[in-house]
């Protein structure tokens, strides 16, 4: 299998020869270099000259290459470095690879299997703001050894590396990363919003995380002491003890149930939309709400998982700075199928105050949440005062109490009273308006002796018929609602013979 060097040689030709100015040449035809002047001119063809964006995708490259010099000079001005589907699994390659890369800010280095363990020491990359590690299966001890050497890194990518826990010692200030803004951590087994938390802590000013597809079951903290996670010391369990104690004295926001598994859930009390950044709510490793680790973050998408309550939704309210949401494709919405897309829309609206988009849409207008949030009031008020959710009586406080809209049945009568006329025989008879104009004819066949085929219908309006006179209802399977028949109206019944016959007649008197 290639390294990277014979893959670049195969790419982009064996020359060391690079066509870019050096520095000393960039400063030789500055501005301030006095009456110089230089002429670029390139030694070969950009077809062999390594571009700063390299992209050397599915190449089963394993390894950097013997040549550590020749490396260097064809991978001095790389910026952008996609290696994603090759054969890499030593770290010690990709960072021999790096370290040629004075310049890179990108790395995209998915699947490559990169499993093994790995102590990072040392090295210096402050330009690299992008890293893209999605199915490497890469460890948490090496993501930790990442987290500490890229100080800079403003965007990680863990996706699809089959995380159903997050090992990351938060504790430790060293530990932290205060740069990330973005992590990317789709598709991954986490259940748990326990384990979710865990990267709030560790990247503190976090803005945007995704978690789709990852098969979360609730934003509640669960206390599962069958999960994985490490024991707490006695001290700690002291700690805890008195917390927790201090917690059930006090009228505190936090209140306990426990689900089907024995789980302790803990569950926020009363809503505060205005909570500021500043405020901290856990102290030492006890986590007090779903949102303190977050406190940061305006983009979250959760489409995917499984959410399937509006207290999850509710929960999501109390995120300081959240702006932008995407939740799809939930148990909430999908099953049962209790809502219209603009029923859940308006529902989700009205949940999230401090939300200005959501499902990628525009952003929210003051119209449209005024009318979700007073869609919201009508959707509870017939409801059980037990049913109903804090939400609820805030909106009541903004709004008022709320008259049920009236309801106005606008789908026609299913039968009416219509006067048939065919010649001198007259005859009332009750129909059914969903039927089709060719049915109808059908059933006039034994009043009027004439087959369907052979049969005309004009529709007379009694309100209209001064303006427009009689309708010929020429489509066989319009159905007869859509001429907005109503009782009292007039169907004159005439013959295409008739026509026929009126027809030869008017010829044959011009003939004579």
């Given amino acids: 299998m290639p390294s990277l060097l014979e893959a670049l040689e195969l790419k982009y030709g064996s020359s060391t020869t690079d066509c870019s100015l050096t520095d000393e040449e960039m400063e030789s035809s500055s501005p301030k270099a006095a009456l110089s002047v230089s002429i670029f001119i390139p030694k070969k063809s950009p077809r062999h000259t390594v571009p700063a964006l390299l992209v050397l995708q599915d190449c089963d490259i394993e390894s950097a290459g013997n040549d550590a010099e020749k490396l260097r000079n064809k991978c001095k001005n790389v910026e952008e470095l996609d290696l994603a589907q090759n054969k890499l699994s030593q770290w010690t390659e990709v960072f021999g690879i790096l370290q040629h890369m004075p310049k890179i800010k990108f790395v995209n280095l998915s699947f490559n299997c990169l499993a093994e363990v790995f102590e990072i020491k040392h090295g210096s990359y402050d330009l690299l703001k992008n890293l893209v590690l999605n199915g490497t299966r890469v460890t948490w001890s090496t993501v930790q050894g990442l987290i500490r050497l890229l100080r800079n890194l403003e965007e990680l990518h863990l996706s699809l590396n089959e995380y159903k826990t997050v090992d990351l010692d938060y504790q430790m200030p060293e530990n932290k990363n205060v740069s990330v803004r973005k992590l990317h951590f789709t598709g991954n087994p986490v259940e748990i919003w326990n384990e979710i938390s865990k990267l709030g802590y560790v990247f503190p000013n976090l803005e945007s995380l995704v978690l789709a597809e990852c098969p979360i079951r609730s934003l509640a903290l669960a206390d599962n002491r069958n999960s994985n996670v490490e024991p707490c010391s006695k001290k700690e369990s002291e700690n805890l003890s008195e917390d927790s104690e ?267």
């Fill in 246 to 512: 201090n917690m059930n004295s006090l009228d505190t926001e936090e209140n306990t149930s426990v689900d089907e598994k024995g789980n302790r859930i803990f569950s926020e009390g009363k809503v505060n939309y205005d909570r500021s950044e500043s405020e901290s709510e856990s102290s030492g490793t006890t986590i007090r709400s779903s949102h303190d680790p977050f406190r940061k973050l305006r983009f979250l998408n959760l489409n995917g998982t499984l959410l399937s309550t509006w207290d999850d939704v509710e929960r999501l309210a109390r995120f300081p700075v959240l702006k932008s949401l995407r939740i799809q494709g939930c148990p909430l919405f999908e099953s049962p199928r209790e809502y219209t897309e603009h029923e859940r829309r308006q529902l989700l609206i009205a949940r999230l105050p401090n939300v200005e988009t959501l499902n990628g849409g525009g952003v929210i207008s003051s119209q449209e949440r005024e009318d979700a949030e007073r869609a919201f009031i009508r959707y509870y008020m017939d409801k059980p005062e037990a049913d109903r959710p804090e939400r609820y009586s805030e909106l009541v406080a903004i709004h008022g109490k709320l008259d049920p809209l009236v309801h106005v049945d606008l789908t026609p009568e299913k039968r009416v009273k219509v006067t048939f006329t065919y010649g001198d025989l007259v005859e009332v008879r009750s129909i059914d308006v969903y039927r089709t104009v060719f049915e109808l004819k059908t059933k006039l066949e034994t009043m009027v002796k004439i087959p369907a085929n052979r049969m005309r219908l004009f529709y007379v309006d009694q309100v209209m018929k001064a303006q427009y006179g009689p309708e010929e209802m020429l489509y066989p399977n319009k159905q007869l609602y859509r001429y907005n028949i109503r009782n009292g109206d007039e169907i004159i019944i005439d013959s295409k013979l008739n026509r026929f016959v009126s027809t030869s007649s008017t010829t044959s008197s011009i003939r004579s």
